[in-house]
C-alpha cells in the first residue's frame, strides 16, 4: 500500500504508448504513478527507466490510485475498446468528486462523449485526449490534443504542455473543447495522414512510371522536395523509406514488400463521420478505398489477367519539367486534403458544439505528430486572419499554390489516365477544386431527376420557394 498521496500524475496502461509517456512525465519532472493489470510491465518499467525520474508503482489499482495527489488525474493508455471500459470500471468507485480520467487511447469520439456524460454525472471529469507521434513520440514530446472540460485541463494543460513537442517555443498541446473534441480532432488527424500517404504513394508511383526511375533515384527527389514548400515529416521518411535496400536480398526495399496497406480503422471513422456531417472529405475517403483495394486480392488477380495492356506506354519528353508538375500536383492535393479535413473539423465542432479554434488546432500538429510540416504555419496564419474562411483553399497563400499548380495538376492527372496509372487522390482532388470553382454544376440535372422519379420537388433559380412538375401529366409547374 502506498504510504502517501505524492504522485502529480498516473499513468495506468503500460504498453510501448503508456510507459513512454509515463517516462516523459517523469524526465520532466513530474512525480508519476505507474500501474498496469499485469504488474509485470510496471516492475520492469522501474527496473529499467526508474533513474529517468521519480515513478511510484502501484501493483494494485488501489495502491495506484491511493498514491495520487488530489485532485486526482489518471491517465489510461490501454487498447481502445473494452479493455477502456474495464478499466473506467475498476477506477471509478476508487476516486473522489472532481478527480480526472484521462483516455489517451485511440478512441472513437462517440465512445469518449457516452464516457464523459456517464462521469460528468458522477462527479468526475473525463478528458478523452489524442495522442499523436507514435512511441517516439509518447517519450520525445508528442503532440497531444486534450477534449473535456476547462476545470480538467486547468490541472493537466500545464503537465501536457511541458511534455509535448514544441515549435518556435510553443508547445503542440492546447484544450481542443469539451468532451469528445479532443479525439475528434484526433480522429481527423488520422484521416489527414492516410490522405498525405496516400498521395505521397501516389507521386512516387507517377515518378516511377514517368521516369522509369529506381527508388533510390526517387528518394533523391523527395529528398529535395524536403527543403521547399512540402517539407514534413512524411516526405523526409518517404526518401528515407525509398532509400533503403533489402539487406536479405540486396533489392529495394519498397520492391520486396508486398503492396497491401494495413488500415487501424481511423481513416475509416473520419470517412463515416464526414458522411454523417456531409462534408465531402473525397481525399481521405480515396485514400481509405485506395487501402481497401490494395487488399482485394483475387479480384486484383483477376483483373491483371482480364486487361493485360489498358494504357499507353508513357513517354516524359522533360525530365526536369515532369519532376516539377508532379510536386506542384501534389503540393495542390494536398492542400485540398487539408482544406477538407479542417472543413470536417469546422463541421463537428458546430454539430456538438465544441468551439474548437482551428488555427490552434494546426498549431498544435507543427511538431510531434506524423503529419508535422512547415506548411501548417500557412494554415494558422489563414485562420488567424479570417477565422471564418469559407475553404482553406481561397487563403491567399494556399490560393496562390494551387493556382500555380493547375496546368501542373491537369497534366499529370490526365497523361495518367492516359497510361494506366491509377491516382485516385491526385485525380478526386483536382475533381473536387473543379466542382468547388464550377460556375454551374450539373447537380441541377439531379433536382430535376428526383422530382421526376420521386416528387422531391426543385429550388428555382429566379424564384424562392419549391416547386413540383406534374412529370406524368401534363408538366404544369406548381409550387410546393
Ligand atoms: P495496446 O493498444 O497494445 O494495449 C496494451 C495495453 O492495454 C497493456 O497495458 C494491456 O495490459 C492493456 N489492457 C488490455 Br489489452 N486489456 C485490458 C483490460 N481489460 N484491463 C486492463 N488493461 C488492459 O498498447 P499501446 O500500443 O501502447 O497503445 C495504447 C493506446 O494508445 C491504444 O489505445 C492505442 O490505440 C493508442 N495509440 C497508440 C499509438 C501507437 O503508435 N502504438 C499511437 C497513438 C495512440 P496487459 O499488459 O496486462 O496486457
Same mark, same amino acid.
Given at each position: ?58 501493483? *494494485? ?50 465512445? *469518449? ?60 498541446? *492546447? ?33 516511377? $512510371? ?37 539487406? $536479405? ?21 473520419t470517412v463515416q463521420s464526414a458522411l454523417d456531417l456531409g462534408i465531402p472529405i473525397t481525399g481521405i475517403a480515396e485514400a481509405t478505398f485506395a487501402r481497401s483495394l490494395s487488399g482485394h486480392v483475387d479480384q486484383r488477380e483477376a483483373a491483371r489477367r482480364a486487361f493485360p495492356d489498358a494504357g499507353e506506354k508513357w513517354q516524359v519528353a522533360d525530365r526536369d519539367a515532369f519532376v516539377e508538375d508532379v510536386r506542384r500536383a501534389l503540393l ?137 412538375? *406534374? ?10
Amino acid at each position: 500500500m502506498a504510504e502517501q498521496a505524492t504522485a502529480q500524475i498516473g499513468v495506468t496502461g503500460l504498453a510501448v504508448m503508456g510507459r513512454n509517456l509515463a517516462r516523459n512525465l517523469a524526465r520532466n519532472g513530474f512525480t508519476v504513478a505507474v500501474h498496469n493489470r499485469t504488474p509485470a510491465r510496471t516492475r520492469s518499467l522501474v527496473a529499467e527507466h526508474g533513474d529517468e525520474g521519480t515513478f511510484v508503482p502501484g501493483e *494494485t489499482m488501489a495502491d495506484f490510485v491511493a498514491s495520487l495527489e488530489r485532485p486526482r488525474a489518471v491517465i489510461v493508455m490501454v487498447k481502445a475498446g473494452a479493455p477502456t471500459d474495464a478499466v473506467i470500471d475498476e477506477l471509478v468507485p476508487l476516486l473522489e468528486e472532481g478527480d480526472i480520467i484521462v483516455d489517451c487511447g485511440n478512441a472513437h469520439f462517440a465512445d *469518449t462523449r457516452r464516457r464523459e456524460e456517464a462521469l460528468r454525472a458522477q462527479g468526475l471529469h473525463f478528458s478523452g485526449t489524442g495522442v499523436s507521434g507514435g512511441e517516439e513520440g509518447a517519450l520525445l514530446g508528442p503532440s497531444i490534443m486534450p477534449g473535456g472540460s476547462a476545470e480538467s485541463y486547468a490541472k493537466l494543460g500545464p503537465m501536457f504542455e511541458k511534455i509535448a513537442a514544441h515549435v518556435d517555443g510553443v508547445p503542440c498541446c *492546447t484544450h481542443v473543447g469539451p468532451d469528445g473534441a479532443g479525439h475528434f480532432v484526433k480522429m481527423v488527424h488520422n484521416g489527414i495522414e492516410y490522405a498525405d500517404m496516400q498521395l505521397i504513394a501516389e507521386a512516387y508511383d507517377l515518378l516511377r $512510371a514517368g521516369l522509369d526511375a529506381t527508388p533510390a533515384e526517387i528518394a533523391e527527389i523527395f529528398r529535395d522536395w524536403n527543403n521547399g514548400e512540402l517539407e514534413s515529416f512524411l516526405i523526409e521518411i518517404t526518401a528515407d523509406v525509398l532509400a533503403h535496400t533489402d539487406a $536479405a536480398t540486396g533489392r529495394s526495399f519498397v520492391d520486396i514488400v508486398q503492396d497491401r496497406a494495413e488500415q487501424k480503422g481511423t481513416g475509416r471513422w473520419t470517412v463515416q463521420s464526414a458522411l454523417d456531417l456531409g462534408i465531402p472529405i473525397t481525399g481521405i475517403a480515396e485514400a481509405t478505398f485506395a487501402r481497401s483495394l490494395s487488399g482485394h486480392v483475387d479480384q486484383r488477380e483477376a483483373a491483371r489477367r482480364a486487361f493485360p495492356d489498358a494504357g499507353e506506354k508513357w513517354q516524359v519528353a522533360d525530365r526536369d519539367a515532369f519532376v516539377e508538375d508532379v510536386r506542384r500536383a501534389l503540393l495542390a492535393s494536398k492542400i485540398v486534403a487539408y482544406a477538407q479535413g479542417f472543413d470536417h473539423i469546422r463541421a463537428g465542432s458546430k454539430e456538438y458544439a465544441w468551439d474548437i479554434d482551428l488555427g490552434g488546432t494546426a498549431t498544435i500538429w507543427r511538431g510531434g505528430c506524423i503529419i508535422r510540416a512547415r506548411f501548417l504555419n500557412r494554415i494558422r496564419e489563414a485562420y488567424d486572419e479570417q477565422p471564418d474562411l469559407p475553404t482553406l483553399l481561397v487563403a491567399p497563400y494556399f490560393a496562390e499554390a494551387v493556382g500555380a499548380g493547375v496546368p501542373s495538376w491537369r497534366r499529370v492527372v490526365a497523361d495518367a489516365a492516359r497510361a494506366g496509372v491509377p491516382t485516385p487522390a491526385f485525380s478526386s482532388s483536382l475533381a473536387y477544386f473543379d466542382a468547388l470553382r464550377a460556375e454551374r454544376l450539373p447537380a441541377a440535372l439531379i433536382q430535376g431527376l428526383r422530382d421526376n422519379f420521386g416528387a422531391h420537388t426543385y429550388q428555382r433559380v429566379d424564384r424562392a420557394g419549391s416547386f413540383h412538375t *406534374t412529370w406524368a401529366g401534363d408538366r404544369t409547374e406548381s409550387p410546393a
